[in-house]
């Protein structure tokens, strides 16, 4: 019976085995990982539009190919992510269908404009290293295909956020008013991070909203003990300010929170709490600029119908034998 099947489930996860497509699974289990892994999607490819938008004003031919590698790479995840969630028996159209009608979300971080060429710098280092701290663990999640895709994103993501922490360097040795635009960039990306690449924390310190905070807190405790999460939220953006701040030191920009100094007693950089009511605010839904995102995405997928319409017509000329 089922109570057998949740045995061996939980001695699959005891043993630190991966769970796989064919192994039973507690519907919960089902659920969190397709709303993870589908949010996680999502936000692969609406997260090209701010650095996307500047393909055709990169300042040199050197930084549009690597910009064009990045955004592309981005792409590529979405495509790993979905066919991941597609392991669990949803279909990929039906997530897009969830995302273009906003039932599904994206990470709110991308309803964010990129206003100068510096922001593709400052959302490669900021966004894309909150991002790999985040994910590295998710390469050891409890859920093989996920956990596979995880692997090869984190390789990429390293990479980006070297390619970011390049641009905003050029700057920063540039003239004051290249520099001027690397710190605007910075104060810009950095609360869209900080606050909204690791979720909302996971106590109720400094926001007002008790009933959801400890919703979701409750959440993270259940994805933790079925090994989807390995640390909570606030570890990790702990881990990200450690990682970020001399960084912005070797570079010269300064980060926007006053609050960021080393505590010699604790080992790492205090830094302000996350507000969750202002996290909520951060999540723009229903800006100007989440409509744009979104209906940019709507008319790229219809742009791309005859696309999907050819290969189904490939396909089936395959199966009927009509090609060799
Ligand atoms: N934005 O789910 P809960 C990238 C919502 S992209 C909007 O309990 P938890 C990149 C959440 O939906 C990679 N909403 O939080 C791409 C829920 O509301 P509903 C992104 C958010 O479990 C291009 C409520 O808040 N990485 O790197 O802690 C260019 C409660 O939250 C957000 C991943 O996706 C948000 N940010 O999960 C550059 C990593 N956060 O649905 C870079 C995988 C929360 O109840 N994902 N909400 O109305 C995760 O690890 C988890 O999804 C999170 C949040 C830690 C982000």
Known sequence: GVEQLNAHFE?????????????????????????????????????????????????????????LAKVQDEAGHGLYLYSAAETLGVSRADLLDALHSGHQRYAAT???????????????????????????PLCHTSYGPYARAMRRVCQEEAFHVRQGYDVLWSLCQGTP???????????????????LMFGPPDTV??????????????????????????????????????NVVPQAERMGVTLPDPAIRWNEERGHYDF?????????GAL?????????RLAHRVAAHEDGAWVREAVDAYAAQLADGELE
């Not at 302000?272 to 909520?280: A, G, K, T, V």
């Not at 723009?284 to 744009?292: F, I």
């Open 11 to 67: 001695a699959l996860l005891a043993a630190g085995e991966q769970i796989e497509p064919r192994d039973w699974m507690p519907d919960g289990y089902r659920r969190m990982l397709v709303r993870q892994i589908s949010q996680h999607a999502h936000s692969e490819i609406i997260g090209m539009q701010p650095e996307g938008a500047w393909l055709t004003r990169a300042p040199s031919l050197h930084r549009k190919a690597s910009l």
């Open 110 to 136: 991308f309803n964010h404009p990129a206003l100068t060429w510096a922001d593709t710098g400052a959302i490669a280092w900021l966004t894309d290293g909150a991002a790999v701290v985040n994910q590295a």
């Open 177 to 195: 008013e290249q520099k001027e635009m690397a710190q605007d960039a910075v104060n810009r990306w950095w609360l869209p991070a900080v606050a």
């Open 205 to 242: 310190a400094g926001g007002s909203d008790d009933r959801t905070a400890a919703m979701g807190a409750a959440v993270s405790q259940r994805s933790m003990a079925w090994g989807i999460k390995r640390h909570t939220n606030d570890e990790l953006r702990q881990r990200f300010v450690d």
């Open 272 to 280: 302000s709490p996350i507000d969750w009511q202002l996290f909520r």
């Open 284 to 292: 723009g839904d229903g800006s100007q600029c989440a409509r744009q």
